[in-house]
């Protein structure tokens, strides 16, 4: 069995080894390419400190260039008996390198390692999913402009309210998402600073040189304050799910409305067969189970934050093992949301637009308040207006006009789609993810 880091003479007993590793060696599997870059960094700052030789320097970057390309390609393994993703690339090193291997770990703590990788992971999968909401926006905002001119009902307490458009609802799940990503930069920002050198919390005596590992791995800062790096573990993760959760929120509410408008009932919008499936006793059902589905996983993402805080919300300064459980909850969550993501783009560009739907008299008084904002812009008083119209819909003599003339800014005669998309390239803009990019690319050519 291998050793583990931190074991020396006596052994743990194998149900407490078992229980308390629990489901991190799955986990780390995440993290693995991640913690290669960082100990790439690490170690080439150490070799400025002359804790390393040149010579050591090459052949352990050298070393680590193999085993990162073995993890970017999904094949890392963390062998049996090997406690985590630390412990297993140290291990390979070692058994290529002999004594050389062991130096890595000088000036650093398992702790510090894992707020790393954890850092490293968040920000390339924070990237992975502002370019997958990038994409919905623009198939959205491509929706809104293509169908700007279809009207549909407007609801308020689920009761038919005003004139809305197809322009309008398309574009407005697209500047949703465009707050939403407001909110993941700030996030994002708070991911992007490096706790690299605050070892298990408390610093090194080492002479490190954190600014220099800062600036190899592209981060925006350091964390500077060495507590505070070991504090910010849960704090990241619960900040950016948050964010997530917003994400997750826009597109629960357009599945929502996506399942609402497909039904019978409504008849609004037609999705593409390839995206329903059928019933196993109703052999006329087409069932929209992608965007049902989504809108549970989504719902399920919202709660991603409530779980980080309370594993996390009662812990004093310092490391705890508690921490490790956020792992579990958080790692995976990405996938989640990016498979949503996709799915609701798929759909949303092939979805079909019913253009008739206000020839149905049952939506006539749809057209009540237009009535009424006639009759005053001829003079009425507001008041008088509303009343006139009111009793001749009680009487059962209105008779709508289905025109609408809104052309203030955001309407449905002037939805203000090139200021939205403006907005959003602004917010793409912030993250500066070129940056990051060419910092990994730098440390792994």
Known sequence: MAQKLWEKNVQVDQEVDTFTVGKDREMDLYLAKYDVLGSMAHITMLESIGLLTKEELTVLLAELKNIYAVADSGQFVIEEGVEDVHSQVELMLTRRLGNTGKKIHSGRSRNDQVLLDLKLFTRAQIQEVVELVSGLFEVLISQSNRYK???????????????????????????????????????????????????????????????????????????????????????????????????????????????????????????PDQFTTGSSIMPHKKNPDVFELTRAKCNKLQGLPQQITLISNNLPSGYFRDLQIIK????????????????????????????????????????????????????????????????????????????????????????????????????????AFNRVNEAEQQLLS
């Not at 910010?232 to 917003?246: L, N, Q, S, Y």
Request: net charge negative; with cysteine; hydrophobic share 45%.
């Open 328 to 431: 579990e909850v958080f790692l995976p969550s990405f996938d989640e949301l990016k498979d949503c993501l996709r799915m609701v783009t798929h759909m949303m560009r092939e979805v079909k637009v019913n253009e008739h739907i206000l020839d149905d008299d049952k939506y006539a008084l749809l057209f009540s308040v237009e009535e009424v904002n006639r009759l005053v812009l001829e003079g009425v008083p507001f008041r008088d207006a509303y009343k006139q119209v009111g009793l001749n819909i009680e009487a059962g003599k209105f008779i709508p006009v289905k025109k609408v003339h809104h052309t203030h800014e955001g309407s449905i005669g002037n939805l203000c789609n090139d200021q939205v998309s403006a907005l959003m390239q602004n917010i793409m803009d912030g993250f």
């Open 149 to 271: 001119d279809v009207l549909l009902p407007g609801y308020t307490h689920l009761q038919i309210a005003m004139p809305s458009s197809f322009g309008l609802w398309f574009g407005a799940y697209a500047e949703s998402l465009a707050d939403d990503l407001q909110m993941m930069q700030a996030a994002y920002k708070v991911c992007n600073r490096n706790p690299l050198g605050s070892a298990a919390g408390y610093g090194s005596s080492f002479p490190l040189r954190r600014q220099m590992t800062t600036d190899l791995l592209g981060f925006d800062s350091l964390d500077y304050n060495v507590v505070y790096a070991q504090m910010g573990r849960g704090k990241m993760e619960r900040t950016v799910a948050f964010a997530m959760a917003g994400i997750a929120a826009t597109l629960s509410k357009l599945a929502f409305d996506a399942c609402m408008f497909n039904s019978q009932n409504f008849g609004f919008i037609k999705l």
